[in-house]
């Protein structure tokens, strides 16, 4: 889509501003400053074209005003390759330098980032199984070869199985399989069931009497869905592995997403059913995708409109309260908060990396958790991120990194637009309005 915006009679910061809410696809709670327009245009997450025609005609902006305007549209262009900012003098911008250890080089844009199937990256299989009575599942995301892998937890109450293998200083270079699961702790004995599986299948380190696979797992809390005491166990574990051969992957209530809810700071009397969700591109050479199981206590957000999607219910459930807002209501310590909660993903990629690099593509990934989700990494979750690595082909971290939380806030909206109602939870299928302010 193509924006055109005509700088030639704006004479004022005020009148830049409402010219850009005018023309642009701008969220209502846009701030009218550079920052604020920089961070609206850095979230794009589909191709937009921008003309600046007569970008000369501004010139009696106040303070330098003009020139940091043009200064952030060169910015956004760098840093967003899904938007385009062209001036009506011919410039375009600028070629980005050649890089030894770059696939994303020149011939290669945002014209070339193409939508495909989480499925689509080559070096891992994801498997699913669910207890839809009991409210629980896994997604297990299985690596024959072994994967590269780094990890950033960020919440303040994990369940997660086998991190420290991901520390720089570990021995292990590679994993073979990540478990994303429900049943919190509990759910933490489906490994078992992983390690069985792939033990079979000889994958692992060869230690000559038999193979021993590295399995890394995170957990959400989804006891307050369904069955308390039925939780995934080795027989489900093993279970997925034998769904990842089929490709039985689903965005929705399924795998790890059965028993997944959000909007839980008044606990789950006002929450709302969410999911499993995936986003996957293509970029030249380099395919990158997102799995995650989105169950926080804050609201979502579409990161393109600012609009909430799901999140805390009112009281009479026909629309939204703002979580952000009823705790600034009170600023006493919170006394048993509702510890229930955690977002937990991946990214999967064909691009190679070693773990030192992919944990900081985890790290940044945690922005498209930030993009989607409010309040988000408080003390009462335990969000996690891990960043796979199956390939060869060349790459820029930065890049990816960047993509990457682009691709997870993506991952974000599909698992909540996914999810059917269930266990007495609405979800965005049922109920989409404004929040209540």
């Known amino acids: 889509m193509t924006f055109t915006i005509d700088l030639s009679k704006v004479k004022s910061r005020e009148e830049l501003h409402d010219l850009l809410q005018e023309v642009l696809p701008l969220p209502d709670y846009y701030g009218r400053n550079l920052d604020a327009l920089y961070d609206v245009l850095t979230s794009v997450c589909e191709p937009m074209e921008i003309r600046l025609l007569n970008p000369s005609g501004a010139k009696d902006l106040p303070g330098g005003y003009l020139e940091s305007f043009l200064e952030l549209c060169r910015d956004v262009r760098e840093e967003n390759p899904l938007v385009r900012i062209c001036f009506d003098d011919g410039e375009e911008p600028s070629p980005r330098p050649e890089s030894t250890n770059s696939s994303v080089r ?3 844009t945002a014209d070339m980032m ?6 689509d990256i080559e070096g891992f299989r994801i498997g699913q199984t669910e207890d839809s009575r009991a409210g629980t599942g896994l997604t297990v995301i299985v690596s024959e070869e072994g994967c590269a892998a780094g990890v950033d937890v960020r919440g303040g109450g994990p369940a997660s199985r086998e991190c420290e293998l991901l520390r720089p200083f570990s021995a292990a270079q590679k994993i073979h399989a990540l478990v994303l699961g429900g049943g919190s702790t509990f759910g933490l004995d489906a490994s078992g ?7 079979e299948k000889q994958i692992g380190y060869d230690m000559g009497v038999t193979h021993i696979p590295q399995v890394c797992q995170s957990d959400i809390f989804d006891l307050t869905v369904g069955d308390v005491m039925t939780r995934p166990d080795g027989k489900m574990g093993y279970e997925a592995c034998v769904n990842s051969e089929k490709g039985n ?3 929705g209530n399924y795998g790890a ?3 997944a809810t959000v909007g839980k700071w008044l606990g789950m009397d006002y929450c709302m059913k969410s999911g499993v969700g995936s986003a996957a591109v293509s970029l030249g050479d380099v395919r990158l995708g997102a799995v995650v199981v989105v169950n926080s206590i804050g609201d979502i957000f579409d990161p393109d409109t600012g609009e909430p999607i799901a999140g805390m219910l009112s009281e009479d459930k026909k629309s939204f309260r703002s979580t952000e807002q009823l705790m600034y209501g009170s600023a006493e310590k919170r006394e048993n908060g509702f510890a229930g ?9 064909n691009a190679a990396f070693d773990k030192i690099q992919l944990s900081k593509i985890a790290s940044m990934t945690h922005n498209g958790y930030a993009r989607c989700i409010r309040p988000v990494h408080l003390s009462l979750d335990g969000d996690t991120i891990y960043a796979l690595s199956s390939g060869k082909v060349s790459a820029d971290a930065d890049m990816i990194g960047t993509l990457a939380a682009r691709v997870m806030s993506r991952a974000i909206v599909n698992a909540v637009k996914s999810a059917d109602s269930a266990y ?8 989409h309005r404004s929040p209540e302010i």
């Open 341 to 349: 909660n955690t977002t937990i993903g991946a990214i999967l990629t």
């Open 257 to 259: 997403g059965c028993g």
């Open 193 to 199: 069931g992983v390690l069985k599986y792939l033990e």
């Open 106 to 108: 020149k011939g290669v």
């Open 424 to 431: 007495g939870f609405p979800a965005f299928r049922d109920l």
């Open 114 to 119: 193409k939508e495909i199937k989480i499925t």
């Open 249 to 251: 992957y689903r965005d």
